[in-house]
T-cell receptor
């Protein structure tokens, strides 16, 4: 299957700072990638759809000014958590795919802890 | 709007037994895909099996099979001969349409624990 590489796998940051998470498709070109957030013992909740060369589409209730998404190339999408607060501590995971009738390929996920 | 429902928060199964994880869905789109993913404690998402809405036969992948009941809008995962390594969270998911550019939404998950 296709490979999606996500970095960092873990990050601890101070409250008020910003954190950038990278998601790279290593062996395919992803015009669209998806960002999910997962709180402990909960499901994956879609935050936004990242579109190469255009603005991201955010799900209802997700603050676009807080969670900045950039998809400048066909192989890289980034999620920046701005002015992070403890309530932003969560597991963030990206996914992408190619073609039709195929599974989504996930990055390894990033565990963010805001202290 | 698309919706995925998993009604079993947790299940305990004896090793080597078969187990069925329930999943129902709702969508008005005639073209859709159904997925099952496994998530161990490490957090990675492991793809298990896929079923397209127009697929005539139930999907199978090794010990995994998907019991697709289209009229009932159910897509249960069957794991045969369970192993200790099967202990994990299992998520049912759905995509409306077939394109990889369409978003996938997830059910609430079932935590499966295999007893030795």
């Amino acid at each position: 299957g296709a490979v999606v590489s996500q970095h960092p796998s873990r990050v601890i940051c101070k409250s008020g700072t910003s954190v950038k998470i990278e998601c790279r498709s290593l062996d395919f070109q992803a015009t669209t990638m998806f960002w999910y957030r997962q709180f402990p013992k909960q499901s994956l909740m879609l935050m936004a759809t990242s579109n190469e060369g255009s603005k991201a589409t955010y799900e209802q209730g997700v603050e676009k000014d807080k969670f900045l998404i950039n998809h400048a190339s066909l192989t890289l999408s980034t999620l920046t958590v701005t002015s992070a607060h403890p309530e932003d501590s969560s597991f963030y995971i990206c996914s992408g795919g190619v073609g039709m009738n195929t599974e989504a390929f996930f990055g390894q996920g990033t565990r963010l802890t805001v202290v | 709007a698309q919706k995925i429902t998993q009604t079993q928060p947790g299940m305990f199964v004896q090793e080597k037994e078969a187990v069925t994880l329930d999943c129902t869905y709702d969508t008005s789109d005639p073209s859709y895909g159904l997925f099952w993913y496994k998530q161990p404690s490490s957090g990675e998402m492991i793809f298990l099996i896929y079923q397209g809405s127009y697929d005539q036969q139930n999907a199978t992948e090794g010990r995994y099979s998907l019991n697709f009941q289209k009229a009932r809008k159910s897509a249960n995962l069957v794991i045969s001969a369970s192993q200790l390594g099967d202990s994990a969270m299992y998520f049912c998911a759905m995509r409306e349409g077939y394109s990889s550019a369409s978003k996938i939404i997830f059910g609430s998950g079932t935590r499966l624990s295999i007893r030795p």
